[in-house]
């Protein structure tokens, strides 16, 4: 596990865990139930118990450190004794010992590990285009292959069949794929039930970009100053922030004479409103987080924000982020401290036009990595290509990543192919499936793709239609993220997995609530993308390309968020936010979208199958 996790494990447990803390096993269950594992054995939630005890770490912690570390293992999300184990061996123990250690020393660790990289810190261009923190265990990320003379037994690229003549998988690896009686079985189902996902109509879908600004192919990115950096922040929360004041005001009573005022350090013992920029730090004392609000506007020839101590004491119930622009009634009496009174975030775009089109539309959703951690057979793709054959939607969409950077086999540049050749070939198959099919296929890139720009905003994939077959045509590009519009049914995704982000920094005195729907509706009601800054570690923001096109003026009609915690489908203010999880694991999502009734549009109107392959 990187540092990365290691230090947030230390902030988790510090910050929710005290030894007279007791866990609870209804709690731990629904903390494994909403990231996407099986209910455990009793026994499982019985050691689960006994290592929270040990160690001092609450529910919550304890299972986003199980999945974090699970994950780049490849063991099971659904946690057994031995690999508990396992985990408490090499994890918990070594955390324990480690944290203040790793704390104090931070500096000269990450000094050490780039003498230990010596080749990746003599290319300072991979450095910058990585964006991860280096250490001993990370491979850089490669720009092309490498070829190693006299190996013959390195992983050969598949072909257009990936046939294995042409492809040698590694021995005695597990099949994951879902057994014979599991295949098709719908794990979550909104709306109205589907008599027959087999598309039956000749209509034919016209499919573009919305009006939406969208990043375009020849973007150049990450030569952003941080002064510049700044001034967009700035510019964003003065305009977002007096456009909740504003929509606050109006649905407020008519005769309230709240003052409004600018400066977030304004000192008065009568209430007053005023809005910026949600930061946190951790208190060195206590071990806390600490929630500050930053305001927009700087006093003349001071070079830093205002900047005061949010206390959030006043209000009932709240739920905060690192970067959230929100509206603040409350008193500053000593100038120290906000004391909150309300908080005001419901900052939604206007939702778009009502789409037009009279026969239903029926949408696969698919969301990458596309093929197994160990290896790149792709059999998760190639099952679901089959499934597409026979009920022939109108619409597929694959979210990236496509060739992620982070595989195993791709760390080791096995490949004896250039990348984007690589990424042709799979494209390839995928259109060589549908040959003779009316089924569009819509592509969205991916940073994390090894053979693209790894910035955020993303822009579209190159594709080379020379290399894709006479199918071309219905192959479609969109940049990440982008909203799509199929006949005037606006469609909003991102492959960025926001809402794990937003879980792992999210401050909140919420118990018992629809967390997930309460992390998808702060992407609403910020109408952005990506609403969290600074971005986790690895995910290279490029401010400029974000303020110009990973922002909303419009609320989409469907929003597709994937992510790695559970799957769900959801209507949050009056848009349909789906996660159709990871093909990785054969899961997958179908979409039937009805023609309006009375010309408006309603989430209801969607009726929604995540099922497996």
Excluded at 248 to 263: E, F, I, Q, S
Excluded at 417 to 436: E, P, R, S, W, Y
Excluded at 507 to 532: C, E, K, W
Aim: aromatic share 8%.
């Amino acid at each position: 596990m990187s540092r990365y996790y290691s230090l947030s494990w230390r902030e988790n447990t510090e910050e929710r865990s005290s030894p007279d803390n007791m866990v609870s096993e209804k709690t731990l269950i629904s903390c494994f139930c909403n990231l996407g594992c099986d209910d455990p054995d009793k026994p499982v939630v019985d050691r689960c118990l006994q290592l929270c005890h040990d160690y001092g770490i609450d529910e919550e912690a304890f299972v986003e450190l199980w999945v974090a570390y699970s994950v780049p293992q490849s063991l099971n999300i659904n946690p057994s004794l031995d690999d508990l184990d396992k985990f408490e061996k090499e994890e918990l123990k070594n955390n324990k010992t480690d944290s203040d250690e790793v704390v104090r020393h931070a500096a000269s660790n990450m000094e050490s590990d780039v003498q230990n990289n010596e080749e990746i810190i003599n290319n300072v261009l991979d450095i910058y285009s990585t964006g991860q923190p280096v250490s001993s265990k990370q491979i850089k990320r490669a720009r092309s292959p490498t070829l190693e003379a006299g190996n013959d037994s390195k992983l050969r690229a598949v072909t257009q069949t990936f046939s294995p003549s042409t492809y040698t998988a590694k021995a005695n690896l597990p099949n994951r794929a879902p057994s014979v009686n599991a295949r098709g079985k719908v794990l979550l189902q909104f709306g109205r039930n589907v008599e027959a996902w087999k598309n039956q109509n000749e209509h034919d879908v016209s499919i573009g970009k919305a009006e939406n600004p969208h990043v375009p192919k020849d973007a150049v990115y990450m030569y952003e100053m941080l002064s510049k950096q700044g001034a967009m922040l700035s510019d964003r929360c003065e305009s977002f922030g007096e456009r909740l004041c504003y929509t606050w005001k109006a649905m407020g009573p008519a005769n309230l004479d709240t003052p409004y005022v600018r400066n977030v350090m304004s000192v008065s013992q009568v209430p007053f409103r005023t809005w910026g920029r949600i930061s946190t730090s951790i208190d060195k004392s206590t071990g806390r987080k600490t929630v500050l609000l930053e305001g927009c506007r700087r006093s003349k020839g001071d070079n830093n924000a205002p900047i005061v101590r949010l206390d959030l004491g006043g209000i009932r119930h709240y739920s905060v982020f690192p970067g959230q622009i929100v509206a603040v009634e409350g008193t500053n009496t000593a100038g120290n401290a906000l004391l909150a009174k309300e908080l005001f975030v419901k900052g939604h775009a206007p939702l778009a036009e009502p789409p037009n089109f009279t026969e239903d539309l029926k949408v696969y959703v698919a969301a990458g990595p596309f093929t197994p951690s160990d290896n790149l057979n792709y059999q998760p793709l190639w099952d679901l290509m089959e499934r597409v054959q026979e009920d022939e939607p109108h619409i597929l969409i694959l979210i990236g990543p496509f060739i992620d950077y982070t595989h195993s086999e791709i760390k080791k540049c096995t490949l004896k192919d250039t990348f984007h050749n690589f990424f042709d070939k799979i494209l390839a198959k995928v259109m060589h499936c549908l040959q003779g099919k009316r089924t569009r296929v819509i592509v969205v890139s991916s940073n994390r793709d090894i053979h693209h720009d790894p910035v955020y905003p993303t822009p579209e994939f190159t594709i080379y239609t020379n290399k894709i077959g006479s199918n071309v045509t219905n192959l479609y590009s969109m940049p990440d993220p982008c909203i799509i519009n199929v006949d005037g049914l606006h469609i909003g995704v991102t492959s960025v997995d926001i809402v794990r982000h937003l879980g792992q920094h999210e401050v909140s005195n919420i118990s018992g609530m629809d967390r997930l729907g309460r992390l998808a509706g702060h992407v609403l009601s910020q109408t952005t993308f990506y609403p969290l800054y600074p971005p986790v570690a690895g995910l290279n923001l490029d401010t400029t390309l974000w303020k110009k096109y990973g922002c909303f003026e419009t609320q989409p009609h469907i929003m597709i968020l994937p992510s790695d915690i559970k799957y769900y489908c959801k209507a949050v203010n009056e848009c349909l936010v789906l996660n159709p999880e990871r093909l990785q694991k054969y899961i997958y999502a179908k979409l039937c979208i009805r023609p309006n009734a009375n010309g408006k549009w309603n989430p209801n109107n969607v009726s929604c199958e995540i099922a497996k392959v």
